[in-house]
């Protein structure tokens, strides 16, 4: 079973940057997929990013498509999100999951991100 944390979030104004990591721990992390979710506040949490086992492989929600970038290291068993020219609709609990089979079945805690206007 893997154990995920995340760190990295923070404020931030509109249309800056901030990256966030999740560790992985206690599992094979190369054989995870791994994603990142959000939820805002009064909202349902919904899918952001996710990356393939090697990293080659991503796919990404239409509100972050082109501003987001997922990426993994399989060597520091961390996953992270650049997140670029960043909107106050952005500001969300960031949460990292991990899954080998057809859902996400393993969650961090999640990171704040707020983004001022």
């Known amino acids: 079973q893997v154990q995920l944390v995340e760190s990295g979030g923070g404020l931030v104004q509109a249309g800056g940057s901030l990256r966030l990591s999740c560790a992985a721990s206690?599992?094979?992390?190369?054989?995870?997929?791994m994603g990142w979710f959000r939820q805002a506040p009064g909202k349902e949490r919904e899918f952001v990013a996710r990356?393939?086992?090697?990293?080659?492989?991503?796919a990404y929600a239409d509100s972050v498509k082109g501003r987001f970038t997922i990426s993994r290291d399989n060597a520091k068993n961390t996953v992270y999100l650049q997140m670029n020219s960043l909107k106050p609709e952005d500001t969300a609990v960031y949460y990292c999951?991990?899954?080998?089979?057809?859902?996400?079945?393993?969650w961090g805690q999640g990171t704040q991100v707020t983004v001022s206007s």
């Open positions: 206690g599992g094979i992390f190369s054989s995870y997929v």
């Open positions: 999951a991990a899954k080998t089979g057809v859902a996400f079945e393993y």
């Open positions: 990356v393939l086992w090697s990293g080659s492989v991503t």
